[in-house]
C-alpha cells in the first residue's frame, strides 16, 4: 500500500519516492525512490517545486531555479529515457 508521494532536491536533481507499507508488518513503512530526474546542472540549486493539476489534464511538476522554470509531466512512465517504473 502506498501512502505519499516525496520530492526530494539535490543539486540539480529531484528525487521522486513514495512511502509503502512493508510486507512483512502491517506497521512498517519504507521509501521506495521511484525516479530521478536531473533537470538542471549539477551546480544550478533547485529554489521551489510545485504540483500543479487542472481537472483532466495530466499533472505537472513546476521545477524553478533562480534563472529559469521547467515545467516536467508529472507522470512519466511512458517516456522513452526511463528503462524501468516501480
Given at each position: 500500500m502506498i501512502n505519499e508521494v516525496s520530492f526530494f532536491i539535490d543539486n540539480g536533481k529531484i528525487i521522486k519516492a513514495v512511502n509503502a507499507l512493508s510486507a512483512e508488518t502491517r506497521h512498517g513503512v519504507r521509501p521506495i525512490v521511484i525516479e530521478e530526474i536531473q533537470v538542471f546542472p549539477v551546480h544550478i540549486a533547485i529554489r521551489g517545486l510545485k504540483v500543479l493539476?487542472?481537472?483532466?489534464?495530466?499533472?505537472?511538476?513546476?521545477?524553478?531555479?533562480?534563472?529559469?522554470?521547467?515545467?516536467?509531466?508529472?507522470?512519466?512512465?511512458?517516456?522513452?529515457?526511463?528503462?524501468?517504473?516501480?
Open positions: 493539476k487542472s481537472g483532466k489534464q495530466e499533472g505537472r511538476l513546476v521545477v524553478i531555479s533562480d534563472s529559469e522554470v521547467q515545467s516536467l509531466r508529472l507522470h512519466r512512465c511512458d517516456s522513452n529515457k526511463i528503462s524501468s517504473c516501480r
